[in-house]
Nanobody, 116 residues
Framework: QVPLVESGGGLVQAGESLRLSCAAS????????MGWYRQAPGKQRDLVAS???????TYADSVKGRFTISRDNAKNTVYLQMNSLKPEDTAVYYC??????????WGKGTLVTVSS
């Protein structure tokens, strides 16, 4: 099992920024798509942003223009730059890695709280 290490969550005020990162450590493996999901209290887990191996990105409508996903293949790391944060962005954020062998990995989640 490949451990995923997430970091960057915290408490911020509306309008501020945070940068999440998720690194896959351990043995060598090939990562296809990478992404970030979030789950607010009482709600389902939804896709926030994803990035393919070729760099194609997808964003939820609610974060377009504010969030940017990127990846560093040499470090097996995916990032989520979150700007102009809003209280409705408050959630636990999970990273998601899809390996070429079909295995899907999830991080344990990092809490982002945005106060108004």
């Amino acid at each position: 099992q490949v451990p995923l290490v997430e970091s960057g969550g915290g408490l911020v005020q509306a309008g501020e920024s945070l940068r999440l990162s998720c690194a896959a450590s351990g043995s060598r493996f090939s990562i296809n798509a990478m992404g970030w999901y979030r789950q607010a209290p009482g709600k389902q887990r939804d896709l926030v942003a994803s990035i393919t191996g070729g760099g194609r990105t997808t964003y939820a409508d609610s974060v377009k223009g504010r969030f940017t996903i990127s990846r560093d293949n040499a470090k097996n790391t995916v990032y989520l730059q979150m700007n102009s944060l809003k209280p409705e962005d408050t959630a636990v954020y999970y990273c998601n890695l899809n390996l070429f062998n079909g295995i899907v990995l999830w991080g344990k989640g990092t809490l982002v709280t945005v106060s108004s």
